[in-house]
């Protein structure tokens, strides 16, 4: 094992010299304020012959940071590195698309969990979640599913069942414009209305107005709602075809099918 400096952060990186060179390695940074917390995560990857840390951040620059100088597969972050941690979220999936982000929060909180699952975390943990348990959420991460507890799950499928419960006429016929449909797209990926504004060449009082209408068009009230609108009917999937093949980013990895939801074990 080797122990270099790593540069603005004050602390070390540690690499692991992997024992078999064909053996794939799942790559990871910890971002977290407690250098407690971030010792015991190392402690309890360094025994995982397949995990490996490759960066550490304490502050919400330095994970910003970390995420575009290390060569990551997951980022474990601390919801409370950030005033705002679905923005976070978002900002740190546009400028690496590849990461997956695992985040940890201090205290069970629904709109929270609701949010950080649509801006696109692939797992939310508890602080005090078990070493075992830790592991193998990384690992389903790693493989594309995603990770709630129990409880997180059950606030996610109530939004489901609550969003899918609204009644509305021939849902399944409603058909988007390519501006909306392109809007659409634009929301499940997180961007926030002035983004969407410049995406779209437009001002965010436009976009407004198409979000209303949309709104109004599949009977949702919140960009939650459309959010699981559009994991339900694979809205931006069946609309794609009316859009330039350049207007549309994969929205798949900002919303995991639900059905890959990975129950943790009760603490």
């Known amino acids: 094992m080797a122990t270099i400096p790593v540069n603005g952060y004050g602390e070390l990186q540690e690499i692991h010299e992997a024992q078999d060179n064909?053996?794939?390695?799942?790559?990871?940074?910890?971002?977290?304020?407690?250098?407690?917390?971030?010792?015991?995560?190392?402690?309890?990857?360094?025994?995982?012959d397949d995990i490996r840390v490759v960066g550490q951040a304490e502050t919400l620059p330095q994970t910003l940071s970390a995420a575009k100088k290390f060569s990551a597969d997951i980022l474990i972050m601390e919801a409370a590195l950030s005033p705002n941690p679905a923005d976070t979220v978002s900002e740190l999936l546009r400028q690496t698309p590849?990461?997956?982000?695992?985040?940890?929060?201090?205290?069970?909180?629904?709109?929270?969990?609701?949010?950080l699952f649509r801006r696109g975390a692939y797992g939310i943990v508890s602080r005090d979640v078990e070493p075992d348990l830790f592991v193998d959420c990384l690992r389903k991460v790693w493989q594309g599913e995603s990770w709630l507890d129990s409880r997180g799950i059950q606030w996610v499928l109530g939004a489901y069942r609550t969003q899918g419960s609204r009644p509305t006429s021939s849902r399944s016929k409603i058909q988007l414009t390519p501006k909306e449909s392109l809007i659409v797209s634009c929301v499940t990926q997180g961007m926030k209305n002035k983004e969407i504004a410049v995406r779209v060449g437009t001002t965010e009082q436009v976009v407004k107005n198409y979000l209303r209408k949309v709104y109004d068009k599949l009977g949702v009230a919140d960009r939650l709602e459309l959010a699981l609108y559009c994991l339900h009917n694979r809205l931006p999937e069946a609309q794609e075809k009316e859009l330039p093949?350049?207007?549309v980013n994969n929205p798949a990895a900002a919303f995991p099918a639900v059905g890959e939801l990975n129950q943790a074990k009760p603490s």
């Open 22 to 48: 064909s053996l794939q390695l799942l790559r990871v940074i910890v971002a977290d304020s407690q250098a407690i917390f971030r010792a015991g995560l190392r402690k309890i990857f360094a025994v995982e």
């Open 98 to 115: 590849a990461l997956r982000l695992v985040v940890v929060i201090s205290k069970p909180h629904e709109e929270l969990t609701l949010e």
């Open 245 to 247: 093949a350049s207007s």
